[in-house]
């Protein structure tokens, strides 16, 4: 069975500072999704990365993904406060059937 | 364009009891998933159906259940609750589904087996 793996799994960073999170999973995918949950509520998509080598930017989040390494990385850029919650890396493999990491809650301090 | 709607928000069942859950997806959507929400096992899938067919499945019990109708709307049944079954339930729902769109969740619904 497909695993998804997250690391790290709970990050509290000050405001203003870089850092990644990092998405490994186990079986041959190209299609690798990045949501967002705030406490109590649901999850936002908001990343679709559908190729190797798939770069995407939103505000100070990037993702990306290296289908070879089965790698996807979320990268942080000046975080701010707002940017506290948690997210999940999901990979695609059958039809609609999503493979969830566990989750990293951020946490970003003023 | 409406979200992907779940009712009921809240439930409170007894063990042994049986619960439906409701969704409804986004207008044009044929695909709908389930997920359950637990802290300690995360997100995982429980079915996906696609025009009324079930075309994947989780590695849950038959108590789990669920169904689609012809206006895509779907249904989740658990019969015999469990403890364990407390839960988050998020439904999402896509377009054609397995194609690369991502997945609309609804905002779940909390049950609480006592």
């Known amino acids: 069975e497909l695993k998804v793996e997250q690391n790290p799994l709970f990050l509290s960073m000050q405001e203003g500072k870089n850092y990644t999170i990092y998405c490994n999973y186990s079986t041959t995918s190209d299609r690798l999704y990045w949501y967002r949950q705030d406490p109590g509520k649901s999850l936002e998509s908001l990343f679709v990365l559908l190729s190797n080598g798939a770069v995407k930017q939103e505000g100070r989040l990037m993702a990306s993904l290296d289908t070879k390494a089965r790698l996807s990385t979320l990268h942080i850029t000046a975080a701010v406060h707002d940017l506290s919650a948690t997210y999940f890396c999901a990979v695609l493999y059958n039809f609609n059937k999503f493979y969830f990491g566990s989750g990293t809650k951020l946490n970003v301090k003023p | 364009k409406a979200g992907v709607t779940q009712t009921p928000r809240y439930l409170i069942k007894t063990r042994g009891q049986q619960v439906t859950l409701s969704c409804s997806p986004i207008?044009?959507?044929?695909?709908v998933s389930w997920y359950q929400q637990t802290p300690g096992q995360g997100l995982q899938f429980l079915f996906e159906?696609?025009?009324?067919?079930?075309?994947n499945k989780g590695n849950f019990p038959g108590r789990f259940s669920g169904r689609q109708f012809s206006n895509s709307r779907s249904e989740m049944n658990v019969s015999t609750l469990e403890l364990g079954d407390s839960a988050l339930y998020l439904c999402?729902?896509?377009?054609?589904?397995?194609?690369?769109?991502?997945?609309?969740f609804g905002n779940g619904t909390r049950l609480t087996v006592t």
């Open positions: 207008s044009g959507h044929r695909s």
């Open positions: 159906y696609f025009s009324e067919t079930q075309r």
């Open positions: 999402a729902s896509s377009g054609t589904g397995g194609n690369g769109s991502p997945l609309h």
